[in-house]
């Protein structure tokens, strides 16, 4: 079956970690992306790649990172730097990036600091 | 002025009944739309797409674009309890950013009680 896959499910992170989020996609898609979505918000974009060895930040890149050395994956670490990092966090896909490319979305990943 | 605005709600409708849910976009620029569905918990799955002016059915659900008035609507038609969660607005490059990403609406919950 083709899709993305997210993991884990449920993460928690101590003050001062660092955590990666997996993302991968089978869908041979060129573009991934990664969203924060806050209780009673929509989503809000942290990075995004077109095309492997390449990424954009998004509207609220500070304190995240992210790599793309392979086409189906881009993992997303969380620093330490991110001051209120307790989210749903949600990869993404899509075959291009033009305006009537539909994104695809993962099952999410929801990360909780103790 | 957010670039993409929806009603918060909840909006509640009977069982049967034509839900309305309504998007605004700041951007005239913005050429196309994307409704996602997203029950709790879960992520953002896609409905309905549209790009042009007018009416585009798919099923029980229509989406209604006015780029004049700058608003994108989506009718549910015979709601189900089914329908029952958050429908989110997205808008492609809005405000002339980078292709690829999609500016999300803060979503509008649905709820449909027998």
């Known amino acids: 079956d083709g899709g993305i896959t997210q993991s884990p499910k449920y993460l928690f992170r101590k003050e001062g970690q660092n955590v990666t989020l997996s993302c991968e996609q089978n869908l041979n898609h060129d573009a991934m992306y990664w969203y924060r979505q806050d209780p009673g918000q929509g989503l809000r974009l942290i990075y995004y790649?077109?095309?492997?060895?390449?990424?954009q930040k998004g509207d609220i890149a500070e304190g995240y990172s992210v790599s793309r050395e392979k086409k189906e994956s881009f993992p997303l670490t969380v620093t330490s730097a991110q001051k209120n990092p307790t989210a749903f966090y949600l990869c993404?896909?899509?075959?291009?990036?033009?305006?009537?490319?539909?994104?695809?979305f993962g099952p999410g990943t929801r990360l909780t600091v103790l | 002025q957010k670039e993409v605005e929806q009603n918060s709600g909840p909006l509640s409708v009977p069982e049967g009944a034509i839900a309305s849910l309504n998007c605004t976009y700041s951007d005239r620029g913005s050429q196309s739309f994307f409704w996602y569905r997203q029950y709790s918990g879960k992520s953002p799955e896609l409905i309905m797409f549209?790009?042009?002016?007018g009416d585009k059915e798919d099923g029980r659900f229509t989406a209604q674009l006015n780029k004049a008035s700058q608003y994108v609507s989506l009718l549910i038609r015979d709601s189900q309890p089914s329908d029952s969660a958050t429908y989110l607005c997205a808008v492609p490059n809005a405000g002339g950013t980078s292709y690829g990403k999609l500016t999300f609406g803060q979503g509008t919950i649905l709820t449909v009680h027998p």
């Open positions: 790649s077109q095309i492997v060895n390449d990424f």
């Open positions: 549209i790009y042009s002016n």
């Open positions: 993404a896909s899509s075959i291009g990036v033009f305006s009537y490319n539909e994104q695809f």
